[in-house]
């Protein structure tokens, strides 16, 4: 989740790997457009840990997005990941899907650390385009903090 302004704008959703919905990726993408249709323009409450007794209260962006992030392309066949994440993203603008590396799976018991590394095939476009969706637009242009982190 992310909080600017005191507002809640995006959510964010990471997955390792797809494995866990390999045929329901279009329908989950739906299910969370509908919430975020339903969220828009709400308020929410929000526990920052488990000692506060009252929740945080904050208003929901009439513009609220929602993101799969998915770390590794690896424990699906390839085409079904591509047809998967096509279908889902033509759900509607507010709702993507970022699939990150392809290659050895991060969670790999076969190699070293540094091996598993070396065997990840990282989607440097995929990160921008992520980097480009998170970016906060003040009046149709990029805010310059994602220029600050580099």
């Avoid at 991060?106 to 385009?129: G, M, Q, W």
């Amino acid at each position: 989740m992310i909080i600017r302004s005191g507002v809640v704008d995006h959510l964010i959703d990471v997955k390792t790997d797809i494995g866990w919905a390999r045929d329901k990726l279009p329908e989950k993408a739906q299910t969370h457009f509908n919430d975020v249709r339903r969220a828009r323009g709400a308020t929410c409450g929000l526990r920052d840990s488990a000692e506060r007794a009252t929740a945080l209260t904050y208003p929901v962006s009439k513009t609220l997005t929602y993101d799969i992030v998915i770390i590794s392309a690896t424990n699906v066949a390839e085409d079904q990941l591509s047809l998967g994440v096509k279908e889902a993203r033509s759900i509607d603008s507010s709702v993507d899907v970022f699939v990150l590396s392809t290659g050895q799976h991060p969670n790999s018991y076969n190699f070293s650390r540094e091996e598993t590394l070396k065997h990840i095939n990282v989607d440097h476009a995929e990160f921008s385009r992520l980097k480009e969706r998170l970016t906060p637009r003040r009046n149709g242009v990029l805010s310059s903090f994602f220029g600050r982190l580099r």
